[in-house]
């Protein structure tokens, strides 16, 4: 992938902070599975064991398809690079009144196209939030129960035996307030002799999950349940992932941007306006568990669980380069120098 695509994808901020997040279309997995998107593990466990199936209507993705011509980078009237982000934080999902195109997609692609202008009054009129950590995790497993130890109540204990994908990421961004003040004035503001800093930190995992794991239905005490009919009961879910990693990527972007006694951009030739350290490994093992509980009383779900528990995975074979570009005034290519890393190994978690 060209490094100014990891450039704008870095710089794609949305307007409020996310601690963390999973794609899910049911709405009962995300009520029980804690803050966010996050679903619980027994909730999954439950919904195998129900007479009925729920189809979800990705209605997201239709307002997508609508909005492709947002995301082509040749066209610089119509490229969003921040409805890009939106999209992929909540692809699912249809959003009323999404806002598209505007000052905030032309400050992006202008900056790492180096076309930036030197007023950034220019860019006035959207709000960047100031500090953002964000943390995913994808990690959907498919396979099997083996049922044991079965009660004419429906109670019984096995093992589940299943695999999957296992995609993590997550960012730490900072923006200087006097920026951001900037960028959503309604009236031009003077910046004098300013230094406005960015910061980004990303890194991404994917890898193979292996699974192993515990079940067990227990009879729900007085729910009268000896014809196992009903779903009631108290279900207890564990799983052990095996992580066998293809891809791993950390970015460290740093992007300066200084003005002169006129309050206009200036270029320092001794610093690199936009510089990024690019750490990669295609070669990573390690480990994750998740816990469930649910009770179902009367069509009634409850639950809590904790996904990616203690998870790591230990990356190796390091490459190590630096990506920076001289100018956001005057174009130009993107430089890139390869860096020598002693042997090591990185631990990195969800």
């Known amino acids: ?202 890194a991404g995992q994917l890898a193979l999950s292996l699974t192993g794991g515990y079940r067990a239905r227990f009879e729900l005490p007085g729910s009268g349940n000896s014809d196992g009919s009903s779903r009631n009961g108290i279900y207890v879910a564990v799983n052990y992932h095996y992580l066998h990693g293809f891809r791993y990527e950390d970015m460290d972007l740093t992007v300066a941007l200084d003005t002169d006694s006129e309050g206009l951009l200036t270029i320092d030739p001794e610093t690199s306006p936009i510089d990024l350290y690019y750490l990669n490994s295609r070669s990573g093992r390690g480990f994750a568990l998740d816990f469930g509980l649910g009770v179902v009383v009367n069509g009634w779900e409850f639950g809590f669980g904790a996904n990616g528990v203690a998870n790591r995975i230990d990356w190796e074979n390091l490459t190590l380069k630096r990506f920076s570009l001289e100018s956001v005034l005057a174009g130009g290519e993107v430089c890139k120098i390869a860096i020598h890393l002693p042997h090591g190994v990185v631990t990195e978690t969800a």
């Open 1 to 202: 992938m060209h490094i100014r695509i990891f450039l704008f994808l870095l710089l794609l901020v949305p307007g409020s902070t996310v601690m963390a997040q999973s794609y899910s279309g049911d709405a009962r997995r995300i009520a029980m599975g804690g803050i966010g998107h996050s679903d619980n593990l027994a909730s999954r466990f439950i919904e195998q064991e129900q007479q009925y199936r729920s189809i979800v209507v990705p209605l997201g993705i239709i307002q997508l398809i609508r909005d492709l011509d947002k995301f082509d980078l040749d066209n610089k009237n119509l490229f969003d690079p921040i409805l890009a982000m939106e999209y992929a934080a909540s692809p699912i999902h249809y959003q009323f009144e999404r806002i598209e195109g505007g000052t905030r997609g032309r400050f992006v692609s202008d900056l790492i196209n180096g076309e930036i202008s030197r007023d950034l009054n220019d860019y006035r009129g959207f709000n960047l939030t100031n500090d953002l950590s964000a943390e995913g995790l994808l990690s959907p497993s498919w396979g099997y129960t083996f049922k044991l130890f079965k009660t004419e109540a429906g109670s019984f204990q096995g093992f589940y035996v299943g695999a999957g994908p296992y995609i993590s990421i997550k960012t730490d961004l900072h923006i200087d307030e006097e920026l951001t003040d900037v960028l959503k004035s309604p009236t031009p503001v003077s910046i004098p002799n300013m230094n406005f800093d960015i910061g980004n930190q990303s």
